[in-house]
């Protein structure tokens, strides 16, 4: 029995929290805004004295909202972005800022990833981590030398937190940088691209305890640090999705739909990305409907609308069918078709919802297909869901039973587990949702959700392939 207290750290800002061990139960959580800064076209950094300045105020804003003396914790993790990585000399100096997930220099680099699936578990994309280190040893030889150390954003601040540095096995696999199957960096394959392994740190596993807190961070020094893995990962198992035979839909700014197995899935078309998941026993395949809750948010910004009755023949292409290098290397342009001097915003903001439901459906769908069999449960939680609308929705779109986690903690729920079993104290998964929406009649929506795939089918046919 104890606290728990973590970081979760997206592209926009980070949230503090602080949880009960036994049952998982959130206390307190502080958010604090994080700057992308924006140097150039397709280029995304971070400025890491700001954004640790960001992660430290909230943790103590998270700690004092709590305010229980320091020895009832058991320990401390993180959860970030994924792809995001921080660069250090010999010294251990930070040289210039860090590269976020959606920076995009790495485009003419990618075709390192082509036919590795089966390694690497990804296909090729810019913006994964081993084509934006090659754009970066080229274009900037002189940084790349004085780099002793690659850190993705999580291990940069577990460094910080600790000063061990280390890799979880997670961040290795999403950057395309590791051997899938062995958990580890693939050797080779960086040897033979020019990266190498000499400036990447020892992997390991989530609930790994890394080192000793030290101080500076509102929390007792030689407090456990644990590793933590990646964001979705972590939102899975937080509910329930470490089992088998279940797919989480973690609706965000964009929407992962993961599933957990228990070996590398091998996919004759390649499509799902593959990755170590919070289990030393279990990998994650993945899809991602794209950036959907992206457009149901600016439209609820700019007209206040919220979704309203179904207009027919009304299509908003905003998402992605299904995920594979084609639908990400050719995205369509954003369109609103069927639009008349009739329509509301209210519409509109109904048709962005729809968006939304028939890419999950697709990317669930497909996923199935990838995994050779159907899903015994469908778990949707998220920022974008914690209405209810979405999950309601694909009750319909999909005609299945839909489990729904109302609320936010589901990151602090399995971060509270990594660390409690991290550091020997007893602690349960997480498991589903108790929340359960019932099949709808899904045949009234076949005929628009074709219509919809169709759409997003000829918008990407007009466009030329991005590179």
């Known amino acids: 029995?104890?606290?728990?207290?973590?970081?979760?750290?997206g592209g926009s800002s980070v949230k503090a929290w602080v949880a009960d061990s036994d049952p998982p139960r959130v206390?307190?959580?502080?958010?604090?805004?994080?700057?992308?800064?924006?140097?150039?076209?397709?280029?995304?950094?971070?400025d890491p004295a700001g954004w640790e300045a960001a992660c430290r105020q909230a943790l103590a804003d998270a700690v004092e909202a709590v305010g229980r003396p320091g020895a009832d914790y058991l320990g401390v993790t993180v959860s970030t972005l994924r792809q995001g990585f921080v660069l250090l000399d010999g010294a251990g100096e930070v040289l210039g800022n860090g590269i976020l997930n959606?920076?995009?220099?790495?485009?003419?680099?990618?075709?390192?990833l082509a036919g590795t699936h089966r390694l690497t578990?990804?296909?090729?994309?810019?913006?994964?981590?081993?084509?934006?280190?090659?754009?970066?040893?080229?274009?900037?030889?002189?940084?790349?030398?004085?780099?002793?150390?690659?850190?993705?954003?999580h291990d940069w601040l577990v460094w910080r937190m600790t000063g061990v540095q280390v890799t979880e096995a997670s961040y290795a696999c999403a950057g395309g940088m590791a051997d899938v199957t062995a958990?580890?960096?693939?050797?080779?394959?960086?040897?033979?691209?020019g990266v190498g392994v000499a400036r990447l740190a020892?992997?390991?596993?989530?609930?790994?305890?890394?080192?000793?807190?030290?101080?500076?961070?509102?929390?007792?020094?030689?407090?456990?640090?644990?590793?933590g893995c990646g964001d979705t990962q972590l939102a899975a198992m937080g509910v329930g999705g470490l089992g088998d035979g279940v797919l989480t839909v973690v609706a965000g700014s964009s929407t992962p739909v993961q599933a957990a197995t228990s070996t590398p899935v091998e996919d004759p078309l390649g499509r799902p990305w593959v990755s170590t998941h919070a289990a030393p026993d279990r990998w994650a395949a993945e899809g991602n409907?794209?950036?959907?809750?992206?457009?149901?948010?600016?439209?609820?910004?700019?007209?206040?609308?919220?979704?309203?009755?179904?207009?027919?023949?009304?299509?908003?292409?905003?998402?992605?069918?299904y995920w594979a290098k084609e639908t990400w290397a050719v995205k369509p342009p954003v369109s609103l078709l069927g639009l008349s001097p009739d329509t509301t915003a209210a519409q509109v903001a109904g048709a962005l919802l729809d968006a939304h439901a028939y890419a999950v459906r697709g990317n669930v769908e497909d996923l199935e297909r990838a995994l050779g069999r159907r899903a015994e449960a469908v778990v949707v939680c998220g920022g974008a869901a914690a209405d209810g609308r979405l999950s309601r929705l694909l009750a319909e779109v999909l005609g299945r039973d839909i489990r729904h986690a109302s609320g936010a903690g589901a990151v602090a729920a399995a971060g509270t587990v990594l660390v409690a079993r991290a550091v020997g104290a007893h602690a349960h998964l997480p498991s589903l949702p108790q929340t359960m929406l019932m099949a709808g009649d899904r045949a009234p929506h076949d005929e628009p959700y074709a219509r919809w795939c169709a759409a997003h089918a000829a918008l990407r046919a007009a466009l030329p392939e991005r590179e």
Do not use: I, N, Q
Not at 1 to 9: E, H, I, K, S
Not at 183 to 193: K, M, N, P
Not at 202 to 227: F, I, K, Q, R, S
Not at 289 to 318: E, H, I, K, M, N
């Open 1 to 9: 029995m104890g606290l728990v207290a973590g970081l979760d750290v």
């Open 27 to 46: 206390l307190a959580e502080v958010s604090r805004p994080l700057t992308s800064l924006r140097p150039a076209p397709h280029r995304v950094e971070l």
């Open 102 to 112: 959606s920076d995009r220099r790495g485009a003419a680099y990618a075709h390192v």
């Open 121 to 153: 578990g990804h296909w090729p994309a810019p913006e994964l981590t081993l084509p934006k280190l090659l754009a970066l040893a080229l274009e900037e030889p002189e940084r790349w030398a004085a780099t002793a150390r690659v850190l993705f954003v």
């Open 183 to 193: 958990r580890t960096w693939a050797a080779d394959l960086l040897v033979e691209c």
């Open 202 to 227: 020892p992997v390991v596993e989530a609930g790994t305890v890394v080192g000793e807190l030290v101080d500076g961070w509102a929390l007792p020094a030689t407090l456990p640090v644990v590793a």
């Open 289 to 321: 409907a794209g950036y959907p809750g992206t457009f149901s948010g600016w439209w609820a910004g700019l007209a206040g609308a919220s979704p309203g009755p179904r207009a027919p023949g009304l299509l908003a292409v905003t998402a992605a069918p």
